[in-house]
């Protein structure tokens, strides 16, 4: 079944279409200075996410933080987001999408040049608590994506529900020499290109529909093949 995806979410796969071929984005941030990054406002308002970090590469001591809106006061620090798993440093470089209700919000940004994060909050008191649950990839393979897959790219995306539901999207390649590894996915998985060296570009991608748990996390409770191609196809969706 195919969804029309809000602008939110379209505007972020645009962004991020061309990601392996950027080079790092930096930015010196004035004191005090706490950017809001792309559709980082709350629908409500009441809120914003905004990017801060010290040095001049905005580099040192870089977070995201929940901030109360009008006023733009700092008041909580986003987990899991810092200079331990990201490459860039400007507002620009992290895309918010908020549920319409303004409870939920999923932040996605680069840990590397291929790798595109898709992390998820719950939203309580201004204060983002992390969502966990596993990966789309994990639910079809039963085991997470290690060194020896090659992975080549890999982006995800979210489209939120009413509720305690959302959409969630993946989308992953791999440069392989094993003509097996394709067997490993199943309907979920094939063989977009044959290199000139022998190897092969494995595509992996998948949807699903996902219920939100009372202890912040999810489970997929209607697990399919997205449709294959390039993430290009869901701007139209």
């Not at 379209?10 to 930015?27: D, H, M, Q, S």
């Amino acid at each position: 079944m195919r969804r029309h995806i809000p602008f939110a979410a379209f505007a972020l796969l645009l962004a991020f279409a061309a990601v392996p071929a950027r080079a790092t984005c930096n930015y010196e941030y004035a004191k005090g200075e706490y950017g809001i990054i792309r559709h980082g406002l709350s629908p409500d308002k009441r809120m914003s996410l905004a990017s801060h970090g010290d040095g001049d590469l905005g580099d040192v001591n870089f977070h995201v933080w929940m901030m109360a809106e009008p006023d733009h006061r700092k008041v909580s620090v986003l987990d899991e987001i810092s200079v331990d798993n990201n490459l860039d440093s400007c507002p620009d470089a992290y895309h918010a999408v908020w549920s319409a209700d303004s409870r939920h919000a999923a932040v996605a940004f680069r840990s590397s040049r291929h790798e595109v994060e898709l992390n998820l909050y719950s939203i309580e008191q201004l204060r983002a608590h992390p969502i966990g649950g596993p990966s789309l990839f994990r639910e079809v393979t039963s085991r997470d994506v290690g060194e020896q897959d090659h992975l080549n790219q890999s982006l995800s995306t979210i489209e939120w529900r009413r509720g305690n539901r959302f959409v969630l999207r993946e989308y992953r390649t791999f440069i392989v020499t094993d003509p097996g590894f394709v067997r490993m996915f199943g309907a979920y998985g094939r063989v977009t290109e044959k290199l000139d060296d022998g190897r092969l570009e494995v595509e992996f991608s998948a949807e699903a529909d996902c219920l939100l748990l009372p202890d912040h996390r999810y489970r997929a409770v209607d697990l399919r093949p997205a449709r294959p191609g390039t993430p290009d196809w869901w701007y139209s969706q």
